[in-house]
Structures are given as C-alpha cells and as structure tokens.
C-alpha cells in the first residue's frame, strides 16, 4: 500500500552512506530529507505492471491521450509543471514479503515502526524486490535497514474521485465514454452558437439566421485559446453567464415584440412581468399560470449556469489542442473577413454576423434614450395649450350634451382591412351604421396611430384623453401623478357634467381616477355581475353596458353626463366569446354561464394563426354590435359617441409588419355636433376609409376641445 517515506540523506551527505547501504553516522545524527519515492511492483503482478484501479486510469488516460478525448478537458495540456518545491512527498507501493525486517525503521526518531501485514503472501520472487531495497532475510542475520527502504504497512483504500470514475467508465466502455463526450461538446457548442444568433423577433425565425459566422465566437475562441489555465477558466465562466443573461433578454424581447410589437425595456418593463402572471392566471388559471411561473424561474437559473458550462468545456477543449484550433480559428476569422467585405448573404441574411454586438449596443442605445426621456418628459407634461383655460372656456359647444368616450379593446385597422377578419367586421360596421340612421343618428370615423401595440390598454387610454405621448409605463406614472388636462377631467373641470367610469377591467385599487377627473368609478366589483369570466374579461360588454344604464344612465341627474366606457370582451386570447341575448335577459349575468360553457377554449384557437384571426374578428364584431345597440335602445337628442380601439391586436392577429392604427369615430344625433369636424376630413359611416386621415394619437385631444369651441390658455412647463 501507499506511504508517504523519508531518508536520512540530505542532497549533500548522500555520498557518505557505506557501501551496503547503511546510513554513516554523520547522516544518522542529520534531518531527515524526503527524496522521491521509488516504486515497487505489486508482490503478485509481472514487474512494472500496475493492476487493479491504477491500472484502469493508466489505461484511460492511454487511450483519452491517443484521441483526444473532451472528456479530459478540465485537464488542459498547458497546465504548468510545479516546481520542486511544490511536488507533494511521493507515495511508493511496497510489495508485500514474508520476510520480516530486523533493523529500525528509516522514518525518523519520534515514529514507531510499521507492522507487517502477515495476510501477505510469500511467493513473490526475489527478482520481483527493486534493487533499491536493502533489507536482507532473517539467515544472513540482523541488519540495519536501507534508509530508502518503505516498510510495509496497511493503509485503508479511499474512495475513487471522480475523476478516477470518470477513467473506470472510459476504460470499461470507451466507446460509449466517447460517443457521450463527443455529443456533450457538440452540444455545448450548439448552445453557444444559438445564443449568439438567436434572433429576438419571432419573425425572424429562419434557418438562414443560424447559418452565419459570428464575430463574437471567434474573438471569445481567440482570447481563450492565448490565456492561460485560471484566467481561462474565470474569463469562460464570466462570458458564459453573460451570454446566458443576454440570451434570457433575448427571450423577453421575443415575448414583448410577440405581443407588444416592440422589444423588452430592461429600465421599465419589470413590473409589466406581474401584468403577464395576471393574464396568465385570468386565461388559463392558477394552477397554468403558476406552472409557467416555476418555468420562467428554472429557466432563468437554468440557461446562465448551462451557458458558462458549455464556454468552459469548451475553452478546455481548445487549450487541449491548442495548434488545430489556433489554425481553425484564424482560417474561420479570414472567411469572416472575407464575407464581410463581400457582402456575401444566405437566404438574404449576411453570413458575417456581429448580431449579439448589435443587440447590446441597441439595449444600451435603449436604456441611454429612456433615461434621457425621463429628464425631459416631465416638463413636457407640465406645459398644456388648455392648462390655463378656465372651465367656463371649455368645451362650450357640447354643453347639455351626455357625452361617452368609449375604447373598444383590441380594435386595431386589421379589423377593417385585413382579408380574414375584414368581411365579418364591415359587414358589421355597416350594418350598424345603418341601424343608426335609422335611429335619427350619424357618425363620422377615421384613423388615430396608438402609442401602443398588441396591449397596455392604458398606454392607449391616456395617450388619446392627455394628448401626450404615452408610449412607456414611467410616461404614464409622470402624467398621472400630475393634473395635465384631459378630455374627461376638462368636462370635470367646468362643473356642467357628472363624470363617471365604467371600467369592469379594473380588478384593484385605481388612483388613477383622480387624474382623469371622475366624480365616481365602477369597477369589475362594483357593476353587481354574478356570472362567469369569459377569460380575460371579466363580464360582456353587452352586461357592462346594461349596468351602466342602470346605475347612471337610466337614472335622472341634474346635470348631463360625462362617463367613460371600458368595453373588454374582445381582450386576447379570444375565446370563450359572449352572444348577444335579448336585453330584458341579461339579469345579473348568470344567463351567462352556459354560453361560458358553451364557448371555445384559448387553447383551441390561440395557437392557430388563422382560428385566432376568424375569432378576433368576431370578439370585434360583438363589442361593436353591443355599444351600437346601446345607443339605438338608450340613447336620445343629447347623445354624443366617441369611440375607437386602444390599440392593434397581437402580431399573430394584426401581421407582423401592420401599422400602429386603429379606428375612430364620432356619433351625434344633433347635425351639428358632427358640422364642427367637417374640416377633419373623416369618412361617412362607422368604416374609415382606407385613405381617410390619420393622426396621431395624441393630436385628437386639441382637435377635439379646439373643434367644440374652448379657448387656448397654455400653461408653462
């Protein structure tokens, strides 16, 4: 067995020792050095023939030697030779004897001789004893013992470390330790190169976007194939895990683009992330929305450790060979180059790519742009063309008038003009406008660009009522928490209206309410529903529109009314839809439970491109068809509709190069209400034509009040 030994020799007395081995006096009385081991074979193996455990490793290192194996790739071959000083004290495996030594040990004064193992047996031949070994047998009478001699000792066999495992399994199966070893590097390899191209809009997944060279591959294989062993290994383990940090904004960026038609702010849209569990929890329940939480957190401690894996193996795996990958490197650097000046392209994407260069430098160009926009925006908000105008200067001309800003969700220009949803939706929109007339009313509609796409209603909501820009979520915390005018709080403000939500998509607390200038809100809890959600939405808008003309509008009051109309039912996914039933049915809403029942699951079609349009179309068609028959049934001489859409649908739904707009349109009973937007240029009807005008969305505030008489007072920022 293994023992550490010692000799009585020191470097310079070694000359001293008599001819049979034995110590002079002078050594006798010296420290102790430790020179290196000698081995001795195994006393029942041919000489110089390890066995058992040793054997498997030298075999397994033989052979991952010969190939090359990755799986010696933590051992790199630059690994640097320790110094004499460093070397640790050699272990010698003794051979065991019968013969039994007489002299004293060698091991120093102060250790007591070893005990012989007497289980040994005593057939090893003579020829089989290093000749370093002084010991002579019992017949040829007691002697000292040769310093360099190792007494036999037992010494309990530890557990095999993993790397000692590791050469077991290669020599017992090499041909499956290799074709593991290989695949994992391969793998490992796969991962980098994904993460380096990954795109991060889902239109432009393609197999062209993953045959490209990156840049950044071939710079990260040039530093680590130059530094040595640890700084190696620290530089490959910070490179993966903020490879694997970028790759997970990648995956946000996927996300937002998917859904909100733009790319994941890193300063903002941390609190959307709690909107998302929200949604997740109204579309697909608890126990779905909660599964998806324990995915996201696996995948986000998941991908930067597998990243910094994969870069290490593969650091390793260069530094092992360091000549064929110096070579590959600078061969792959050239056609790079190559590519690069020639503008060469597969399938029109560039083979050299610096996509992961670009991305960082957009995300950094983004996060310099939105602290800029916090600076200036504030000021912004604080200068209004109306912030001096006393009430009695506002909105003069619709005095004595119930006026209602309704936003329909969702309703984005793909409703009107895309060929799956578009024939649904007019025939809808014409029908309607038809039954208006009827009625003795007549409407005028055109185009408005949303501040926000695919979702944040409330982007939408503030952008059209403030008349600022409201494209991010600190705009609207800067806006809201100030007393910037709104279309809503300017009817508020001069004294003559009653103002009131009703917004059965608030499910908590909403200061917001103040700011708007409400006089009373009515929430999801508060419009006396006791049906079923209809997914996301929490009741029909036909239901929603009932209550509001039971709890405001059907009531008399002593002013005219200003409210301020959420319609939700054709929020994503689209499914279950509500059916319009007749109005002396609607109750308190549980008629609604078996259509509820009755309906489609998300699931059915929200993975469906063309299902998920047919049945957008038709959440578009009821939210019209509610808020018309609405007015057809309740309203009178005084009644004045504005409506439009919040925003486009989804990429899925709208297209992933569709624009920004959805519709508006203005309905009055009295002429003249729609005789002061002559000069606007809207078409006829509830159906914008396709060439009718488009403004932004935050122009329509100031056209509005300025249309309906007020008086420009600004106020300074």
């Known amino acids: 067995m293994p023992l550490f030994t010692r000799s009585n020799q020191t470097p310079d007395r070694a000359g001293a020792a008599t001819d049979e081995g034995l110590p002079s006096a002078d050594a006798e009385d010296s420290t102790p050095e430790e020179p290196a081991a000698r081995p001795a074979p195994p006393s029942d193996a041919t000489p110089g023939k390890p066995e058992g455990a040793a054997a ?5 290192e033989q052979e991952g030697a010969a190939a090359g194996d990755p799986l010696d790739a933590g051992e790199p071959a630059d690994a640097e030779e320790p110094t004499d000083a460093e070397r640790p ?18 091991t120093g004064d102060d250790e007591p001789p070893l005990a012989k193992d007497t289980d040994t047996p005593a057939e090893a031949d003579a020829d089989e004893t290093p000749a370093t070994t002084a010991a002579t047998t019992p017949e040829d009478g007691p002697t000292t013992a040769d310093p360099d001699a190792t007494p036999d000792t037992a010494t309990p066999t530890a557990d095999p ?16 330790a290799r074709v593991l070893s290989w695949t994992v590097t391969l793998l490992a390899a796969a991962l980098v190169l994904v993460a380096l191209l990954l795109p991060n809009k889902p239109a432009d997944f393609r197999l062209s976007e993953f045959a490209r060279i990156p840049v ?7 530093v680590l194939i130059a530094l040595p062993r640890r700084p190696r290994l620290v530089a490959a383990v910070l490179g993966g895990l903020s ?3 970028l790759t997970l904004l990648n995956l946000l960026d996927i996300g937002f683009n998917e859904f909100l038609g733009r790319g994941f702010n890193v300063v903002l849209d941390w609190s959307l992330l709690g909107d998302a569990q929200s949604y997740l929890e ?26 910094a894996f994969a870069v290490v193996r593969l650091g390793n795996l260069m530094a092992r060979h360091t000549a064929t990958t110096t070579r590959a490197t600078l061969v792959l650097s050239t056609v790079w180059m190559t590519c690069a000046s020639l503008s060469l392209q597969v399938g029109g994407v560039p083979i050299a790519s610096e996509h992961t260069a670009a991305v960082v430098r957009d995300r950094a160009a983004r996060v310099k742009a939105t602290i800029r926009d916090e600076r200036g925006f504030a000021k912004e908000a604080r200068a209004d063309v109306f912030g001096n105008t ?13 006026i209602m800003f309704t936003f329909i969700e969702s309703y984005g220009r793909s409703a009107v003009e895309d060929p799956v949803m578009s024939p649904g939706v007019d025939a809808t929109l014409d029908a309607k406008t038809g039954e208006l007339a009827k009625a003795g009313f007549h409407a005028k509609s055109g185009w408005l660009t949303s501040a926000t796409y695919g979702g944040s209603s409330w982007l939408g909501h503030s952008t059209f009522l403030s008349g600022l820009w409201i494209d991010n979520q600190n705009r609207y915390r800067t806006v809201t928490a100030g007393d910037h005018l709104t279309l809503t709080s300017a009817f508020k403000k001069t004294g003559d209206w009653r103002t009131v939500g009703i917004m059965p998509g608030v499910q908590k607390g909403w200061p917001e309410a103040k700011f708007y200038g409400l006089d009373h809100l009515y929430d999801a809890h508060h419009l006396g529903y006791q049906g079923p959600k209809f997914s996301w939405s929490t009741m029909p808008d036909q239901y929603a529109l009932a209550a509001f003309q039971r709890l405001e509008h059907g009531r008399k009051h002593d002013k005219p009314l200003m409210s301020e109309i959420i319609l939700t039912s054709s929020h994503q996914p689209w499914a279950p839809i509500p059916k319009t039933i007749p109005q002396d049915q609607v109750g308190d809403g549980s008629v609604y439970d078996a259509i509820q029942k009755a309906g489609k699951k998300p699931a059915d079609v929200f993975y469906d491109s063309t299902k998920v349009k047919q049945e957008y179309g038709k959440s578009i068609q009821y939210s019209v068809t509610s808020l018309i028959d609405y007015v ?14 919040d925003h486009q649908p989804m990429a899925r739904v709208s297209g992933d190069k569709a624009s920004r707009d959805v519709p508006v349109a203005i309905v009055a009973h009295d002429p003249k209400v729609l005789d002061k937007i002559t000069d606007w240029g809207y078409s006829d009807g509830l159906r914008p034509a396709h060439d009718a005008p488009v403004w932004k969305m935050s122009a329509f505030r100031d056209r509005f009040l300025t249309a309906y008489g007020s008086t420009p007072r600004p106020s300074k920022g």
Do not use: W
């Not at 498997?56 to 397994?60: D, E, F, I, L, S």
């Not at 004290?89 to 007489?102: I, N, S």
């Not at 470390?161 to 499956?176: Q, S």
């Open 56 to 60: 498997v490793a030298q075999a397994a």
């Open 89 to 106: 004290t050699a272990v010698t495996e003794t051979p065991d004897t019968d013969d039994t030594a007489t002299g004293d040990t060698a």
């Open 161 to 176: 470390t993993p790397t000692t495992r590791r050469a077991i399994l290669r020599a017992r199966h090499p041909v499956a």
């Open 216 to 222: 950044e591959a071939l710079l990260g294989a040039a």
């Open 243 to 245: 490879l694997g940090v």
């Open 282 to 307: 109204d579309s697909v329940g608890e126990a779905g929305a909660l599964a998806a939480a324990v995915a996201v957190v696996v995948l986000v401690l998941l991908v930067p450790a597998l990243m």
């Open 390 to 402: 006393p009430g009695s200067e506002l909105v003069p001309d619709l005095r004595g008038k119930d």
């Open 632 to 645: 057809v049934k309740y309203g009178n001489k005084n009644t004045v509709l504005v409506f439009l859409g």
